[in-house]
């Protein structure tokens, strides 16, 4: 292998957008913010850029995950400074998965346990000792908060993973948390090489085709 001296960069200051939006948004192009489709984003790699057509349309970005640096000459390739996939907002409608940076990891999971402790509130209130049985007042399951390498390590599980909220029983998991093709092509994107499941065989398999 050679190693290759990058050069040196500033960190991009982060664009702020309206996080709550995601709590009434159907899909990504809803949302107040520039998202980009990972195939567009491979396009600028050096290791994966053949390979967009094989990968999965309902996997996004946002900008400031996309953009980590500010802009240097000469232009560098993204997967220079790309960041990892980690944080995510799942969106149930449209089943997109939604990439965050760190930071906007941090202030989209902030609101969503702001929402649960006041759901939770306001069901002890009203139901008193049947809140675990009913659905929490005013809670719509309709946006997920996820971390991906927790998301991929639940595959398969038939309960609610850990590292997901809204974190109540009654919540149905989306179909894009148990969509092997969208796990795979996250994994790969993180540079993994595990892949259990044949379903993960197949798409990843699929996915080397096109690569070649």
């Known amino acids: 292998d050679l190693e290759k001296q990058l050069g040196k960069a500033m960190p991009r200051d982060e664009t702020d ?3 709550e939006a995601i709590f009434k948004a159907k899909s990504v192009s809803e949302l107040p913010v520039q998202a980009f489709s990972i195939p567009s984003v491979l396009a600028q790699t050096h290791a994966l850029k053949r390979a967009t ?3 999965p349309r309902t996997v996004a970005c946002t900008e400031n995950f996309m953009r980590s640096i500010k802009s240097i000459t000469p232009t560098p390739h993204l997967d220079d400074f790309l960041r990892p996939a980690n944080a995510a ?10 990439l965050l940076s760190e930071r906007e990891g941090d202030a989209v999971l902030g609101r969503f346990w702001q929402r649960e402790r006041a759901s939770a509130r306001t069901s002890r209130r009203s ?3 049947h809140a675990r049985q009913r659905t929490p007042a005013g809670f719509e399951a309709s946006v997920f908060f996820t971390n991906f390498p927790l998301a991929r390590a639940a595959l398969g599980e038939a309960k609610q993973p850990s590292c997901l909220l809204p974190s109540v029983s009654y919540v149905s998991i989306p179909l894009a948390l148990r969509d ?3 796990i795979v092509a996250l994994q790969i994107f993180m540079g993994e090489t595990c892949f259990a499941s ?3 065989k197949r798409f990843l398999q699929n996915f080397l085709t ?3």
């Open 180 to 182: 092997d093709e969208r």
């Open 17 to 19: 957008w309206d996080f």
């Open 89 to 98: 907002v799942v969106l149930k409608s449209s089943n997109e998965w939604l």
């Open 198 to 200: 044949e379903a993960q």
């Open 53 to 55: 057509g094989a990968w």
């Open 210 to 212: 096109e690569q070649l």
């Open 127 to 129: 139901q008193g000792a």
